[in-house]
């Protein structure tokens, strides 16, 4: 099979490493020159450290690099069977660069965007058959996330949808199937998880160390929110962010925090700048950091605090993933597997509820909407609904 990918940034080398693993034959296009290059050089470093760790030997190294090709000009992307862009989110850019597309591929090619948080009907209408469009999201680094979110826009045939999942499941990875609304499944659930700790800081509640400290021991998150922030760079969350509160025309449950907003304006953007809510080193490793429990008088009074806190972005997150659940974005078992394969959450959120119980789910949003009166803490009807019949996810 023949693959195009346009862009040759850090997620579209990634995807041509995917598909060229798999035995496809990858065409990885840019304008720039100088970036084909780096992405060139980039990909020999990352297999070759494969190779190092005994992961593939040297002839599969080989295998890999010869299945990709790097071009510069769009045209030569005229033999491909699947198409996917992985270029700035911008509407109207990638909207010009489908409309050049089609006219080179042939008629089923099938073009995908991997867009994280843009309508996928708005980027299909840029074609003449915009039936053959399909979003096709990868997560960073992509040769290492297993989850792949695939996105039919209401345009989307019914063949192309299913070749598409059929083609990323060959690819090894887990798909879930998303409907075409803001942030898909991933970047729409997860939002609390960076909104809450960050209305968390911002109420005086608790330091940037503490919540994450909270989400790390109690809730066994690998990385706390804060952390995470830096590590993605806050300019990028921040802007996923206000996407998609502006996308939900300004529901207040994804209301961007000033914290962030003014970090990102300070160029305070995490590990790629050397300052973000921590301070890194040139290895990007923390160089300081506030101690969580500073003696044992105080350790009891952190714990519950932390409890308070970590309790707290996870009923939101539950209450998030229900609401997904209660407006078909997507089925309860793909938005699991979304959240413990796209972002590594240890437990699958909808999981997570029944185990907690739907119970302590309904009354912690409802003692929170009692504490704010904000529109923010509204309790899924889902979970309402489920509450009073005694039922369970079960996923």
Not at 149 to 171: C, G, N
Not at 233 to 248: I, K, L, M, Q, S
Not at 277 to 299: F, L, P, T
Request: charged share 25%; net charge neutral; glycine share 6%.
């Amino acid at each position: 099979m023949n693959i195009g990918i346009i862009g040759c940034g850090t997620m579209g080398s990634g995807i041509a490493q995917v598909a060229a693993t798999s035995g496809c034959k990858v065409k990885l296009f840019d304008t720039n020159l100088a970036a084909l290059d780096k992405a060139k050089v980039a990909l020999e470093k990352i297999l070759a450290r494969l190779v190092e760790k005994g992961r593939i030997d040297n002839s599969e190294k080989s295998r890999i690099q010869s299945n990709i090709s790097y071009v510069n000009t769009i045209k030569e992307l005229s033999d491909s069977n699947l198409t996917i862009e992985a270029i700035i989110e911008n509407l109207e850019i990638k909207k010009k660069v489908f409309s050049e597309l089609e006219t080179y591929v042939s008629s089923d090619c099938i073009i995908a965007s991997n867009t994280s948080s843009l309508s996928i009907a708005s980027i299909a209408a840029s074609l003449q058959k915009p039936e053959r469009c399909v979003g096709i999201h990868f997560f960073n680094p992509a040769p290492l996330m297993k989850l792949v979110e695939v996105i039919p826009a209401i345009q989307t045939s019914k063949e192309v949808l299913d070749k598409s999942i059929q083609i990323i499941s060959d690819w090894k990875k887990v798909v879930a199937v998303a409907k075409d609304t803001p942030g898909f499944i991933v970047n729409r659930v997860a939002r609390p998880f960076y909104g809450e700790a960050l209305r968390i800081y911002e109420e005086g509640l608790a330091d940037f160390a503490t919540i994450d400290w909270s989400l790390k021991t109690l809730g066994g998150f690998r990385m706390g929110p804060f952390e995470l922030m830096d590590f993605i760079g806050n300019d990028v969350n921040y802007t996923v962010t206000e996407t998609v509160f502006t996308a939900f025309y300004f529901d207040p449950r994804y209301k961007p925090a000033f914290t962030q907003k003014r970090f990102s304006e300070a160029g305070y953007l995490g590990r790629k700048s050397g300052k973000g809510y921590y301070n890194y080193d040139e290895n990007g490793r923390v160089i300081q950091s506030d101690a969580v429990i500073q003696s044992d008088s105080e350790e009891s009074q952190k714990k519950e605090l932390a409890q308070q806190i970590y309790e707290r972005i996870l009923v939101m997150l539950i209450n998030e993933a229900a609401d997904a659940l209660f407006l078909n974005i997507a089925s309860a078992e793909d938005i699991d597997n979304a959240m413990t394969k796209g972002v590594n959450y240890p437990k699958g959120l909808l999981a997570w509820a029944d185990e907690k119980g739907i119970d302590w789910c309904v009354k912690k949003m409802d003692d929170l909407y009692n504490e704010y009166h904000e529109d923010r803490y509204r309790c899924s009807p889902l979970l309402r609904k489920m509450n009073k019949k005694g039922m369970r996810f079960e996923v």
